[in-house]
């Protein structure tokens, strides 16, 4: 069964670095997200992308974000100086045309010191 | 601001017993709501999705209600099993790509 992969599983970065997260939405599947948890809380949408471009952003998504569709196949998310608060589980989602059910992947943990 | 709420944030049943989880959503013009289980440090599974116009969703032992008027949704599941154990999120759409979650429904059954 398709399903979505994300990599790193788990990345540790200090205060200051950009970190790149990396999705391989289902390939057929035109609709992309990217979501966040911070540990105990809520599942928080970051950002939706379809047609090589931003459809919707949340207020989380400022200028430190960035996405980008590099090639046919994967979709990632960019943080240019990351701070401790951005410490999080990522979650990449997609969806296919004509259906709203949207697929998510295992998630990035990452770590920010 | 968009609200969603999950009551109980905890629920232990003995096997076998039917539950049912509640969702409820302070904005009612909704475009759809899914229905997600999260294991301990993993991603989401997608359970049920039931758009605005619909008013319940079945998938095996699962059965999804939506009552837009009233603002709630509730996820029905029977005859429970150990491996059912996980935590439920709701979560609602008002435009069909954003979704805002609930803190989730934390279940465990009881072999």
């Known amino acids: 069964e398709p399903e979505v992969t994300q990599t790193p599983s788990h990345q540790v970065t200090q205060m200051g670095q950009e970190v790149i997260l990396r999705c391989v939405p289902i390939s057929n599947h035109l609709y992309f997200y990217w979501y966040r948890q911070i540990l105990g809380q809520k599942v928080e949408f970051l950002v939706s992308?379809?047609?090589?471009?931003?459809?919707?952003k949340s207020e989380i998504f400022d200028d430190q974000f960035s996405v980008e569709r590099p090639d046919g196949s994967n979709f990632t998310l960019k943080i240019r100086s990351t701070k401790l608060e951005d410490s999080a589980m990522y979650f990449c989602?997609?969806?296919?045309?004509?259906?709203?059910?949207?697929?998510f992947g295992p998630g990035t943990r990452l770590t920010v010191t | 601001k968009q609200e969603v709420t999950q009551i109980p944030a905890a629920l232990s049943v003995p096997e076998g017993e039917n539950l049912v989880l509640n969702c409820s959503f302070t904005?009612?013009?909704?475009?759809?709501l899914q229905w997600f289980r999260q294991d301990p440090g993993k991603g989401l599974t997608s359970l049920l999705l039931i758009q605005s116009s619909q008013r319940e969703q079945t998938s095996g032992r699962l059965n999804a209600s939506l009552d837009k008027s009233s603002g709630r949704s509730t996820l029905y599941i029977a005859a429970s099993q150990p491996g059912d154990s996980a935590t439920y999120l709701c979560a609602v759409s008002y435009t069909g790509n954003q979704f805002y979650f609930g803190t989730g429904t934390s279940l465990t059954v009881i072999p």
């Open positions: 989602a997609s969806r296919a045309l004509g259906s709203y059910e949207q697929y």
């Open positions: 904005d009612s013009a909704i475009y759809n």
């Open positions: 992308f379809y047609n090589n471009e931003i459809s919707e």
